[in-house]
């Protein structure tokens, strides 16, 4: 079985329930971003057109992987895919600082 990581597996949930659908909702606020580390430096790479049509192929292509590309964009701080622009620059963290980022965060109550 592939275990396929994104940034929503390391929130917490939320203390609030959606009051109509009893949905409980991520806490985006329960991961501290700023606490990643990198272990070299990370390239730069001009985003282009078809990187913005099919991010997944890019992502696939730099990173040999299929996971994690929104923690990629959230480190670059851009939201979510569809915030991308042709020529903005996208700084490519290393895979393995990428799951670092959010794996190293403390437990709650530390």
Wanted: zero cysteines; charged letters at 25%; aromatic letters at 12%.
């Amino acid at each position: 079985m592939i275990n396929l990581k994104s940034r929503y597996d390391y929130y917490q949930p939320s203390v609030s329930i959606d009051e109509e659908t009893k949905d409980q909702y991520p806490d985006v606020l329960s991961v501290d971003f700023s606490k990643g580390k990198l272990s070299q430096v990370p390239t730069s790479h001009l985003v282009t057109s078809a990187d913005m049509d099919k991010f997944w192929l890019y992502f696939v292509r730099k990173y040999g992987a299929v996971d994690m590309d929104d923690v990629l964009l959230h480190v670059n701080g851009i939201p979510y895919q569809g915030m991308l622009e042709p020529g903005s620059t996208l700084y490519e963290v290393a895979y393995a600082d990428l799951d670092g980022w959010l794996s190293d965060q403390p437990d709650e109550g530390s």
